[in-house]
């Protein structure tokens, strides 16, 4: 829900409550004054049928209510002389409506010479159900009109006044590390906003210097690390041809080079990685797996034949996908070289490549891996201390870059399997 | 043949240097930027290897300068950045080759070969050991004018160890250099072993005068005993 819907929801709420509690109250006020104007009027009444019956006496003989507004009635002394003012709301029927209605009416008794009367004076009276309709509509447009002031002030005004806060979440929400373009910032004179808006500021700078420094520092390390890596192998290398050698010797020096040879592997998966996680890969292309897979098995060709491999390539139709086309190259590689080297001498490949997924089963250990550690980082079959351990986290890096899932399972062999749609 | 090595790091360039003589190039050296300019302005090379973070500028600019005075050097760049936009800038900038640190040596002398075979024998390409021939751009090769039938990783293994002649070639070097850089990580260079053995007795097969040997270890050499 909208930020501003929101707020209206709850004034909607908030409205009806207290329109509600007004109007209860309104209305036993408005009861109470009427009853007391209506009141006031009998007692007026009152006197003027007194005064009348002392003029005339034929107001004494009026029993019924029949053509007037009051009845008489002698009582006795003793019954007249405890009583008090009574007002009360009773029924009667009323010729114009045919039907009994609501009616206020004043008992009293008064003396005229030495006999006691008791006189009944009615009013017609408010119908209640009629006011309570009345008012009930009353304040239903009210309502609807408050409701719809609200809306049109909060879709006008406060769009408005809330115009830098959508700015800002607008551009949040294209932010790029990589490519981190300066923004104009939308001035404003509310303060929260110019705060929220030197906040973002000062936090997407320090990420960006951050992103900077890690990007140089990256690149430094490289450099550091690949020239002394380099001289030493070079050096190793000088070595080996200066006669005369002996084969023991010689054994040494190839096995030392090995291992510089692994430390630069290293180094260069190492340094990838965090390109790829730093998002350093910025450009993307229309890439073909179906060549790519082809390519990279002729590529493989000779380790294949060398094991023995058994491969089957189902590509009916050529996937494209919009990525880095090193990093592409990278997937594909990985994946297949993980599947070629984990493989045991006669075994099979079934590579299958459709719109959503690639997938790939490669015989090996006959015994599942876990599958939440195959993708971490140093993760290694300890029969094969050559391999670097970051071939599939390298996989998972490029696959997390682009949103891509990838996941391991054991069939038949074990399965690695790409899925390009989330 | 004259080469130019612009690199700062002295051990490097001692390394480059050694390995360079050996093969009787003529060697200079230069250790910074403005060094690096003077000599290019004044003298004439055949290559030049040109490491791109050099004190008091950045290789790139001295390749503009090179392209300003339109030199023909070859120019292979030795950079230890390895960073894709470098590569693509350089080549862009006129030069002929870009090699990441760390390098085997014997890399460094196939391009050095390529580069210079490019630049001085137009017309005339053909890479000849003893009574081996070798046509680098058309993927042929003749022992004594009888075409010798090789596969395409027989001949770039033959073309690598020949132009690496009487040089031990590490067999990750080898690998890198014909099976391409994907290939490292692969758990042995065994299956390197079958192509060699195919290539050794098509050789022997002809009466190469050439001869590989296995350096138990390490590698390969190729003489011509």
Known sequence: MKLLNHATAYFAGLLLLVISGWAALFYFNMLDEIYDSMDDGLENQKILVMQKARQDSTVLLQRGFEAGYYSVREIPKGQALPRTDLYQDTLMYMQNEKDFEPVRMLTTVFRQGHRYYELRLI??????????????????????????????????????????????????????????????????????????????????RQNVATYQSQKAFIENASHELQTPLAISLNKLELLAETQPLQEEQLLQIGSIMENLERLTRLNKSLLLLSKIENRQFGQQEEVSLQKLLQKALTDFSDQIAFKNLRVELDAPQDVTLLVHPDLAAMLVMNLLKNAIVHNVPGGFLRISLSQTALRLENSGKEQPLPPDQVFARF???AASPASTGLGLSIVKAICDLYGYSVQYSYGQGHVFTVNFTS | MKILVIEDEPQMQATLVR????????????????????????????????????????????????????????????????????????LELGADDYLPKPFHMAELHARVKSVLRRRKFEGQPLVQLRNLQIDPDRHQAWVAGQELVLNRKEFDILLYLVTNKDRLVSKTALAEHVWGDYIDQADNYEFIYSQIKNLRKKLKDHGAGVEIQAIYGIGYKLVSP
């Open chain 1, 123 to 204: 009013t017609s009276m408010v119908e209640e159900d009629d006011l309570i309709e009345d008012l009930l509509y009353s304040l239903l447009w009210l309502y609807v009109g408050l409701i719809a002031s609200i809306l049109v002030v909060n879709n006008l005004l406060l769009k408005k006044i809330w115009q830098p806060f959508y700015h800002i979440l607008h551009r949040l929400q294209r932010f790029r590390l990589e490519d981190a373009q300066p923004v104009p910032v939308q001035k404003t004179s509310i303060a929260e906003f110019q705060l929220l808006n030197q906040t973002v500021e000062e936090l997407l």
């Open chain 1, 379 to 381: 993760y290694k079959d």
């Open chain 2, 19 to 90: 390995s360079l003589q050996q093969e009787h190039y003529l060697v200079e050296t230069a250790s910074d930027y403005d060094s690096a300019l003077e000599k290019v302005a004044l003298y004439a090379y055949d290559c030049i290897l040109l490491d791109l973070n050099l004190p008091g500028g950045n290789g790139l600019a001295l390749l503009e300068e090179l392209k300003k005075q339109q030199k023909t050097e070859g120019v292979i760049i030795v950079s230890a950045r390895n960073s894709v936009d470098d590569k693509i800038q350089g």
